[in-house]
């Protein structure tokens, strides 16, 4: 331990280097200690991995067991359970629409965060690259201080007025402008990232504003056009507050509304509630798996010295 | 090709002037360096030709027609960047092609004018390749060759060659000033390397704080420079100034010892600055008289570079360079004895930093009676003592 303790010691001065010196290099050198101590780092590692996905992954898993327990083991609170059960899966499926309801959600995410991608990445590009509006970053952000509810009455009445109450284009629309701000902020850092030069050289050779923009800038913006369209369909997909006023049946609600039908008068059905949950969740776990690699930004290299 | 012509233009960033009352005209053909320290605004004057930055006053003219109301789009230049600036997304031959898609070319005479700057800058195998897939060196290439392949009016070159190492600079330099001799293009080259500038230009504008402060042939900077800035910045090493008063037939230095003047300076008066280039200025250490007036100094530093080294010495109370050629030098801390020919000596006002002016018959007399011939490496006065 003695060995271990002072190369712990010296690692963690590595970088002061003040009393790295101070070390005999004898007590650290010893074959069994180093192997020893490499041991305990790599059980370190794995323990802290392991709390921090434990940290986000047991509710998930919880929710899992949920689906399997009977409403009695689920008042009981027990993680695992005793009885296995798959009626809350074919139950959850014949009490209401839930793939029509999933179908739904996936749509209207999907739609307006490429509504979102459209108005705001040459919205973005405009005023970060070309400085026009600079006041527009804070005007947008301010709109995401006051709390959402805030404008549940006024949009109301203006989507009646409108006749898109309880329509897919008016949640379309309702959530497309309400991520805008979002995406300007998510995308900013991204134009910020291609050289300016890129543009000026572009314009020389002869390249109007708008032909820089599409032909010069977007495919290097891809990666951040890509991830911002990913949280931002997230974000339309997991929305509870507009999406329970203003999709008033069936016909339009998404699965965020479609969960809470489950409570009922009495008590709340947490089984096939967990399994509606499960499947929510399903979709959009595979839409961030396949577009991960996307993510990373890598068309830059290449165009600098 | 065209005729650039900068009339009394200034710039503003904010509150702060960059560029003040430039005039600077750039004839046809002509390959003119802007050169300065950083931050003198040399970069902000390609900018504004380019047509990247707008002019707060004055006017920018292409064979007399105002340009400054032109976008870049419009003005048909080519500008290399000091970053390149190669669109990473395309390959050499769609960085090639780029702007003369714009230009609404026909594809076959597009692809002729690509093979035809690929050939010519010897970037033919590289086509089809990513510009992230090749060296500094070919970058700096296609970036050329995208300038070149647009036939434009002018050349901007923006400290194209500072990023690259030493070697390949002295071959790409000699490359660019072949290709514009070739293609006879008007071309405006900044760069802080003033090597680079005395080397490549028909003209150099050296530039200070916004302002040109001298514009001439490389040899009128070097030889007879209009101020003791100018003497600082060109020629390397420095020139070497000994602050002084004038006095009898020559200058006193802090420490006494007298600098003589040739005939054309016995003119001026008051405190002055003696400027003397390390390359006319001669170690003189065997015990031999000379018959050139003398400095004493003692060796504070010494630098070989091979067939020559470099002497730092203090000496007259401030610090000299001598350029010596061998490298038989004495040690650190020894007394030397530096010669210098009077007609070399570059003097100075010391309030104003202006040159002062010779006196023309006087000077014309002291060139014809040079004594300062030849190499020293001939002259018996110069050889060390063994």
């Known amino acids: 331990m003695t060995a271990i303790g002072i190369a712990g010691v010296d690692r963690f001065t590595a970088k002061a280097g003040t009393r790295r010196q101070a070390h005999a290099p004898s007590l650290v050198a010893t074959p069994g200690a180093a192997a020893g101590w490499l041991l305990l780092r790599r059980a370190i590692r794995l323990l802290s991995i392991g709390l921090y996905a434990g940290f986000f992954l047991l509710p998930i898993a919880f929710l899992v067991t949920l689906t399997f327990k009977t409403r009695d083991e689920v008042l009981l609170g027990q993680f695992l359970t005793s009885k296995p059960t798959l009626e809350n899966w074919w139950r959850a499926f014949q009490f209401i629409n839930l793939t029509g309801f999933i179908g739904h959600s996936l749509a209207i995410a999907c739609v307006s965060a490429a509504v979102t991608l459209i108005v705001a990445t040459p919205a973005t590009y405009a005023v970060a690259r ?7 970053g804070s005007f947008a952000l301010s709109s995401f201080i006051p709390p959402p509810v805030v404008a549940l009455l006024p949009l109301f009445f203006l989507m009646r007025w409108l006749g898109l109450l309880n329509t897919f284009a008016g949640m379309i629309v309702v959530y497309a402008f309400m991520n805008a701000p979002v995406a300007y902020w998510l995308l900013r850092g991204f134009v910020k990232k291609i ?3 890129l543009d000026e050289a572009a314009w020389i050779d002869g390249a109007g504003f708008a032909k820089t923009f599409f032909v010069i800038n977007l495919p290097l913006l891809a990666p951040g056009v890509v991830a911002t369209g990913l949280i931002c369909l997230i974000l339309s997909y997991n929305e509870f507050l507009f999406a329970s006023l203003f999709a008033q049946d069936d016909s339009v609600r998404g699965l965020t509304v479609a969960i809470s039908l489950f409570q009922g008068d009495r008590f709340v059905n947490f089984g096939q509630m967990a399994v509606a949950s499960i499947a929510g969740i399903l979709p959009i776990y595979l839409i961030a798996f396949v577009f991960q690699n996307r993510l990373v930004g890598g068309l830059v290299a290449g165009s600098e010295k | 090709m065209v005729r650039i012509d900068i009339i009394e233009l200034s710039k503003n960033f904010g509150g702060h002037r960059v560029l003040s009352d430039v005039n600077l005209s750039i004839a046809e053909g002509e390959f003119v360096a802007l050169v300065g320290p950083s931050g003198c605004g040399k970069s902000t004057l390609l900018r504004i030709i380019a047509g990247l930055e707008a002019v707060t006053a004055g006017t920018v003219a292409f064979d007399g027609r105002p340009m400054n109301a032109v976008p870049p789009q419009a003005r048909n230049v080519a500008m290399v960047f000091q970053s390149y600036a190669l669109y990473p997304h ?19 005479e597009i692809a002729r004018r690509v093979d035809s700057a690929a050939k010519m800058l010897e970037i033919g195998s590289l086509l089809d390749r990513y510009p992230r897939e090749l060296s500094g060196g070919q970058r700096q290439r296609v970036a050329m060759g995208r300038a070149m392949v647009r036939e434009p009016v002018a050349f901007l070159l923006d400290e194209p060659l500072s990023n690259i190492d030493a070697q390949l600079r002295v071959s790409m330099r000699v490359e660019i000033r072949a290709l514009q001799r070739r293609l006879a293009a008007t071309t405006l080259y ?8 005395i080397t490549l230009a028909d003209r150099i504008a050296l530039m200070n704080a916004g302002c040109i402060v001298q ?10 420079p209009a101020n003791r800035f100018v003497a600082g910045f060109i020629g390397s090493p420095a020139m070497n100034f000994i602050p002084g008063r004038r006095i009898d037939r020559g200058v006193q230095a802090a420490d006494g010892s007298i600098i003589v003047l040739p005939s054309s300076y016995l003119h001026a008066d008051g405190d002055l600055l003696v400027g003397l280039r390390p390359e006319h200025l001669c170690l003189v250490v065997s015990e031999t008289p000379t018959t050139l007036p003398t400095i004493d100094a003692v060796v504070r530093h010494v630098e070989h570079l091979g067939a020559e080294s470099e002497l730092y010495a203090d000496g007259c109370r401030t610090h000299l360079c001598i ?12 007394p030397i004895r530096v010669a210098y020919d009077p007609t070399r000596i570059h003097l100075f006002d010391k309030t104003t930093g202006l040159r002062v002016a010779e006196s023309t018959a006087e000077h014309e007399a002291s060139s014809d009676n040079n004594t300062f011939a030849g190499s020293p490496l001939n002259s018996k006065e110069f050889q060390i003592s063994t």
């Open chain 1, 130 to 136: 070309l400085r026009h509006g600079e006041f527009v």
């Open chain 1, 195 to 197: 050289p300016a030069a």
């Open chain 2, 90 to 108: 395309m390959r050499v031959r769609g960085n090639l092609a780029f702007g003369l898609k714009q230009k609404g070319l026909r594809p076959d």
């Open chain 2, 190 to 197: 900044v760069t802080h390397d003033q090597v680079e500038a």
């Open chain 2, 215 to 224: 514009i001439g042939s490389p040899l009128d900077l070097y030889d007879r």
């Open chain 2, 323 to 334: 350029r010596h050629f061998g490298r038989d030098v004495p040690a650190i801390g020894a």
